[in-house]
């Protein structure tokens, strides 16, 4: 198959007006201007008129299965509090609610350009079916914790271990999520980022979301670090460090280690994190709804650290009663452009596809029109000139035109 747009948008190279994307099985081929792609007599060529034609969204942190909680919570005094929250909203939760509001979430994230999405799975009894119920690349983190539970680390993880490897083969795969340093304790980290490292898999982890957390790592101190020690977390590994410093003891830090938030960060954590080679997922809306202080982009640019976008859940998005909420990385991109004006839109359109391909272990093979990556494309209404393409995609509201996810239509153009 052949397409042909009036604007091609890969990514990794500069815009092609009047361009075409060769696509064999589930693959990219070809990619070039349409003059230069002359159609073989076998392809079937679909032009797909005054378009962009992109690589798909990558989401590079969620949490689909809280999409039915939008708006149901609001902003708390305290991080604490807040979780405390969420913990009792979602206890009287069936496997149906968890299934239904999980494909609801993953709709949205169908419908506004999203192709690959990294979630994280608090119900992993939903695996493997909710796979086949969406088009989506789904990569599925299993949430760990076992601090109230009193399990023993070994066992928490001989359990998700061997649930992954139950799991079938396909687009979509699971792996590891020790859920944060805070509501897990050091051998899970260790154990976890040692199997993940050893089976060669990609690993994420809350770090550094809270000035709660922070407070309570750096200072052994604080509303966190009160009501964990209340409920009888072993607090001895406080005081010792930042959020990041501790993530590095328990030897998460590497190229395959995805840290999500990172809003908080101790002199050298920066540093340590570029060094390591991890990534840092950044969710702008999930950001403003607590107020966090600025998100250290800068300090992480300059330790050359691969920062990428996600759109945490919708409990921490701000909605009004009349107001429409949905999970959109076209959103995040707006959100973050607005915080961040002096990154131009090329930059924030990276973060939202190569640079989640990057730090989910799959480099060139998605969030990039490229020679054998996955056909993961989307398109968007244009008409404009080509210099304006990366402006037209981070400004873009609505819903996209067509989605191919593993070279078949996801959502197939309306022409």
């Known amino acids: 198959m052949i397409l042909r747009a009036r604007t091609i948008l890969p990514v990794s190279?500069?815009?092609?007006?009047?361009?075409?994307v060769l696509i064999s099985g589930n693959r990219i081929k070809r990619i070039g201007r349409w003059s230069d792609l002359a159609s073989p007599e076998t392809a079937?060529?679909?032009?797909?008129?005054?378009?962009?034609?992109?690589?798909?969204?990558?989401?590079?942190?969620?949490?689909?299965?809280?999409?039915?909680?939008?708006?149901?919570?609001?902003?708390?005094?305290?991080?604490?509090?807040?979780?405390?929250?969420?913990?009792?909203?979602?206890?009287?939760?069936?496997?149906?609610?968890?299934?239904?509001?999980?494909?609801?979430?993953?709709?949205?994230?169908?419908?506004?350009?999203?192709?690959?999405?990294?979630?994280?799975?608090?119900?992993?009894?939903?695996l493997p079916d909710i796979?086949?119920?969406?088009?989506?690349?789904?990569?599925?983190?299993?949430?760990?914790?076992?601090?109230?539970?009193?399990?023993?680390?070994?066992?928490?993880?001989r359990e998700a271990v061997n649930f992954i490897d139950a799991l079938p083969a396909g687009r979509s795969r699971a792996s590891l999520s020790p859920h944060a340093p805070y509501s897990t304790v050091p051998e899970l980290l260790r154990l976890s980022a040692e199997t993940a490292r050893r089976r060669r898999w990609s690993i994420t982890t809350h770090v550094a979301e809270s000035a709660e957390e922070f407070e309570m790592f750096m200072h052994a101190r604080g509303k966190m670090f009160d009501w964990l020690r209340r409920n009888e977390r072993p607090m001895n590994d406080c005081g010792l460090g930042s959020p990041v410093q501790?993530?590095?003891?328990?030897?998460l830090l590497g190229q395959n280690f995805l840290a999500v938030h990172v809003n908080y960060l101790a002199p050298g954590d920066a540093e340590l994190l570029g060094k390591r080679k991890a990534s840092v997922a950044h969710c702008p809306r999930s950001h403003a709804y607590f107020g966090h202080r600025v998100f250290p982009l800068e300090e992480?640019?300059?330790?050359k650290v691969n920062v990428c976008l996600g759109t945490d859940s919708l409990t921490t998005v701000q909605k009004t009663w009349r107001q429409t909420v949905q999970l959109s990385m076209f959103d995040e991109m707006r959100a973050f452009a607005t915080a961040n004006p002096h990154i131009s839109a090329k930059q924030t359109l990276q973060m939202a596809t190569l640079n989640?391909?990057?730090?989910?272990?799959?480099?060139?093979?998605?969030?990039?029109?490229?020679?054998?990556?996955?056909?993961?494309?989307?398109?968007?209404?244009?008409?404009?000139?080509?210099?304006?393409?990366?402006?037209?995609?981070?400004?873009?509201?609505?819903?996209?035109t067509a989605s191919m996810i593993d070279g078949q239509w996801a959502i197939e153009p309306s022409h």
């Open 44 to 126: 079937q060529v679909l032009d797909l008129g005054d378009v962009i034609l992109l690589p798909g969204l990558i989401n590079a942190h969620c949490h689909l299965d809280y999409t039915s909680m939008a708006g149901t919570i609001p902003p708390q005094k305290s991080f604490a509090d807040w979780i405390k929250l969420v913990t009792t909203a979602k206890s009287g939760w069936s496997y149906s609610e968890f299934a239904e509001s999980w494909l609801d979430g993953a709709r949205m994230l169908l419908r506004t350009g999203t192709t690959t999405v990294a979630d994280i799975e608090a119900a992993p009894d939903l």
């Open 300 to 303: 992480l640019a300059r330790a």
């Open 356 to 400: 989640g391909a990057r730090a989910l272990g799959m480099a060139g093979q998605i969030g990039e029109l490229s020679q054998n990556a996955f056909a993961d494309l989307i398109a968007i209404p244009f008409a404009g000139k080509i210099f304006e393409a990366h402006e037209a995609v981070v400004n873009f509201t609505g819903d996209i």
């Open 13 to 20: 190279r500069p815009p092609i007006h009047n361009g075409a």
């Open 246 to 251: 501790h993530a590095q003891h328990a030897g």
């Open 131 to 157: 796979w086949t119920a969406t088009p989506l690349r789904v990569l599925s983190f299993l949430e760990m914790t076992g601090v109230k539970s009193r399990r023993s680390p070994k066992t928490i993880l």
